[in-house]
């Protein structure tokens, strides 16, 4: 499995920015697709975006054009750059990976998660 360690978030204004980054460590991080979820209290961890071995992204409609994934294999690193957020989007973040055989994005196929920052929009 690979090790996972979120940072970057913390407690914004509607309409700010804020980078979330996400560090790998223990395997090739080449090797994998990467995903960020949220999840807010009493609801189900939702996808918010995902990047494949190949760079192909996905994204969630709710953050479709405000967010931004991406990687850096050479820092082992995935980001998720939020733009125009909205105080919906306040939650918990959590960076995951899966290794890249062609299985969904459904989470039940991550096995490796980070441990969650939280992002708090006020409006």
Known sequence: QVQLVESGGGLVQAGDSLRLSCAASGRTFSWYDMGWFRQAPGKE????????????????????????????????????QMSSLKPEDTSTYFCAAKISTGTNYDPRNFGSWGQGTQVTVSS
């Open 45 to 80: 961890r939702e996808l918010v975006a995902a990047i494949g071995r190949s760079g192909s992204t996905y994204y969630a409609d709710s953050v479709k054009g405000r967010f931004t994934i991406s990687r850096d294999n050479a820092k082992n690193t995935v980001y998720l």
